[in-house]
């Protein structure tokens, strides 16, 4: 069975630049995470997924950072303008609804200069 | 809201040696615990996890143990392998809202 597939793998910009990144989670799963982590810190939940609607984006910040899931599949996590704050890895995560059991992603590197 | 706290924040030991991480949280409504690995640069892994009806889960050489009435929950790695050097993440699932909240991690190394 597949994992959870992020892409891309790693990703450069400068800032003010709007970036883009894609998960697509293991087959069946309803429920999806996006996840920020910092170099040595645990990761910080942005926003997740019941099928296709955000059930918790409390954490998301509104002003740069928008997510879909329309179709309650594959998801994507866009930031515009990007900052130099926001370079980190960004972790997708999937998991059988209700239970809280969750599967990461490779998770996409962000650097922005 | 949860509070999750997690012990030592670097683990040494000595290869062939016994690891234990323990967590505690506050709110006793809280019933998944699951514990993750992630290397350096890779992604976290799930390695085990125990729900709050059961005291003990074992699989090989890792355990969970969880102790409800004192809200804490500890990870247990036996004859360790230079393999099991990594961070360790502990979790808990808050019922209201099945968010995870994170512990904030302990790097444990293996000495040779």
């Known amino acids: 069975e597949a994992g959870v597939v992020q892409s891309p793998r790693y990703k450069i910009i400068e800032k003010k630049q709007p970036v883009a990144f894609w998960c697509n989670p293991i087959s069946g799963h309803n429920t999806l995470y996006w996840y920020l982590q910092n170099l040595g810190q645990g990761p910080e939940l942005l926003i997740r997924?019941?099928?296709?609607?955000?059930?918790?984006d409390s954490q998301l910040p509104k002003d740069r950072f928008s997510a879909e899931r329309l179709k309650g599949v594959d998801s994507t996590l866009k930031i515009q303008p990007a900052e130099l704050g926001d370079s980190a890895v960004y972790l997708c995560?999937?998991?059988?609804?209700?239970?809280?059991?969750?599967?990461f992603g490779p998770g996409t590197r962000l650097l922005v200069l | 809201g949860e509070n999750v706290e997690q012990h030592p924040s670097t683990l040494s030991v000595q290869e062939g040696d016994s690891a234990v991480i323990k967590c505690t949280y506050s709110?006793?409504?809280?019933?998944?615990f699951p514990w993750y690995k992630q290397e350096l640069g890779k992604r976290p892994q799930l390695i085990i996890d125990i729900r709050s009806n059961v005291g003990e889960k074992k699989d090989q050489r890792i355990a969970v143990t969880l102790n409800k009435t004192a809200k804490h929950f500890s990870l247990h790695i036996t004859e360790t392998q230079p393999e099991d050097s990594a961070v360790y993440f502990c979790?808990?699932?808050?019922?209201?809202?099945?968010?995870?909240?994170w512990g904030a991690g302990t790097k444990l190394i293996i000495k040779p």
């Open positions: 709110d006793s409504a809280s019933n998944y």
């Open positions: 995560a999937s998991g059988p609804q209700g239970q809280g059991t969750q599967y």
């Open positions: 997924y019941e099928n296709e609607e955000a059930v918790d």
């Open positions: 979790a808990v699932r808050m019922d209201s809202n099945y968010q995870l909240i």
